[in-house]
């Protein structure tokens, strides 16, 4: 790592760390893909009788950046900007070209910039935005139906999966994010309070949390199929 000012006292502050890590003996499923619940194998009797086993393997790589400086009276800036690369591996899948994919926390890259503007020694003013590039899921390719015997309502049909993508193969939309907030400070003697107030999303936009499948009704006529229904986060708050 390194951290300093490279351009001498007048230049912004740096801060540069890279990192490598192995974690080893990682707690993961079995593959149950091609076990029949209903009439198990004997093969199958050990994977039923331990579904996890410590056989995982992740590694991660990566560095971060920081930069800060103040850039006129009252008025300092500052940015964060991470790299980052995971892989994990299952042994325990039977098929091999599954087997290494990246983890629901591997996102590629995440940034903060932050401004602050003091105009007296009571106020301050900042800005932050927030961005970070889509995290891995497992898309679901197509879906099935099955009777659904478990309702109060009699027999029925549903959907379920049938086909699923690689491990992970697909991504999020990016995440992005401006907040603003108003600090004042008032002194009672040796007594210190501030009050604030925040504005968070300020760009209105709208940001997906979680990726879902609607139920659809299969015995709809025509049948209605699911459908993907992004979950979205954090809406405007003050």
């Not at 707690?27 to 199958?44: E, L, R």
């Not at 790589?61 to 892989?87: H, M, P």
């Not at 591996?89 to 926390?105: D, I, K």
């Not at 968070?200 to 997906?208: D, F, G, I, S, Y």
Request: hydrophobic residues 35%; without cysteine; glycine residues 8%.
């Amino acid at each position: 790592g390194y951290e300093g000012e490279p351009l001498g006292a007048t230049g912004p502050f740096v801060k540069v760390e890279a990192f490598w890590k192995d974690v080893f003996d990682q707690v993961m499923p079995q593959d149950f893909a091609s076990v029949d619940f209903a009439n198990p194998q004997p093969g199958d009797f050990e994977k039923l009788d331990k579904p996890f086993l410590n056989e995982g393997r992740s590694t991660a790589y990566g560095f971060e950046l920081s930069v800060s400086r103040q850039l006129v009276r009252r008025i300092r800036a500052e940015l964060n900007y991470s790299w980052l690369k995971i892989r994990t591996t299952n042994p325990l899948l039977e098929s091999e070209s599954a087997r290494t994919f990246s983890p629901y926390f591997d996102q590629r890259h995440t940034a903060n910039l932050v401004m602050n503007w003091r105009p007296d020694d009571a106020w301050t003013l900042s800005a932050t935005g927030r961005f970070g590039s889509g995290k891995p899921f497992t898309p679901v390719r197509s879906f099935r139906v099955e009777d659904d015997v478990s309702n109060d309502h009699g027999p029925r049909n549903v959907w379920v999966p049938d086909e699923l993508g690689p491990v992970n193969s697909a991504r999020y939309p990016a995440y992005a994010r401006l907040d603003l907030r108003a600090e004042r400070l008032w002194r009672w003697g040796e007594r210190r309070v501030i009050g604030y107030f925040e504005l968070l999303n300020a760009q209105v936009r709208t940001n997906t949390e979680f990726i879902a499948y609607t139920a659809g009704n299969p015995d709809g006529q025509p049948p209605e199929a699911p459908r993907r229904q992004d979950v979205s986060g954090l809406p405007t708050l003050p």
